[in-house]
């Protein structure tokens, strides 16, 4: 038996270090054999802060990035640090690098941050203006169809890498995680506790129908085969059934109060 903890939208980069300590040492205390993080981990000071859950807690860490954590910076030069940094770490594993993970004989791991691509909903009406298109270099200062085109190319990104690796997953394990950070279904981006409708303005720029298209080419030729996608980003709550093999929990978050997602016992 395995224990899995799941953090998504811990967003440490508000805490003080001793805060930080305090939450790993809550989710050192919970004995994980593996720890999934889905993204928002440390806003600025991202590579710290991963620096900080290597240290305290010493067990493989698997990890996705959040649009958070390229505020300040560029895309390029984020992920750049983060491939460096997971190439010579013995605990961080960066999911786009790894290819299938085995957690266990039954069960496996694959995972990809995606990105909110404005694939549902209607991108163009919409009055949103989230401060990804101020705080990230390659998303700032785009007319709108520029914008919307930079986010469909990053979704497309994260679709293409699920395309490549969870077909892989579904041939050898009778389980697969699936870990990104936005939601890729309207039925699982819940906000403010409750899913949207397709009018909602906010639906665009929380949900990645590039990643949720790629989940629906490739689940149903598995048909005995179970997928769970973990997802955040919206900071609410909920759990979608998608197809009878295909399930999406989207976890809430709250600013300044990190908590454990859920600890999962797999065989």
């Not at 440490?12 to 994980?32: D, W």
């Not at 209607?122 to 390659?138: A, C």
């Not at 969870?166 to 870990?179: K, S």
């Not at 149903?220 to 979608?240: D, I, K, N, W, Y």
Request: aromatic letters at 10%; glycine letters at 8%.
């Amino acid at each position: 038996m395995k224990r899995l903890a799941w953090l998504t939208d811990i967003h440490l980069e508000f805490l003080q270090p001793e805060q930080i300590e305090a939450f790993l040492k809550t989710v050192h205390t919970t004995n994980p054999d593996y720890v999934l993080v889905g993204g928002d981990i440390g806003g600025h000071r991202l590579m710290g802060i991963l620096e900080m859950i290597e240290f305290s807690l010493q067990v493989p860490i698997y990890f996705v990035l959040g649009n958070h954590d390229y505020y300040n910076h560029s895309i390029a030069a984020v992920r750049d640090a983060v491939r460096t940094l997971s190439l010579v770490s013995a605990y961080l594993h960066w999911l786009p690098l790894c290819d299938v993970v085995q957690l266990t004989e039954q069960i496996g791991l694959v995972g990809h941050g995606g990105w909110s691509d404005g694939g549902y909903g209607d991108f163009m009406s919409s009055s949103v203006m989230l401060n990804d298109y101020i705080y990230i270099r390659e998303l700032r200062g785009l007319s709108k169809s520029e914008r919307l085109a930079a986010l469909q190319q990053l979704g497309e990104e994260g679709a293409n890498h699920i395309r490549k690796v969870l077909p892989l997953a579904l041939e050898r394990f009778q389980q697969v995680f699936v870990v990104t950070h936005s939601p890729p279904f309207i039925e699982a981006t819940w906000h403010e506790n409750k899913t949207p409708q397709p009018d909602d303005p906010y639906l665009p720029h929380f949900s990645c129908k590039a990643i949720g298209d790629a989940l629906l080419e490739i689940v149903p030729q598995f048909p005995h085969r179970q997928v769970t996608v973990l997802c955040g980003h919206t900071h609410s709550s909920g759990q979608a059934q998608i197809r009878d093999n295909l399930q999406v929990l989207t976890q809430g978050a709250e600013y300044n109060n990190p908590q454990i997602a859920r600890l999962f016992e797999v065989e």
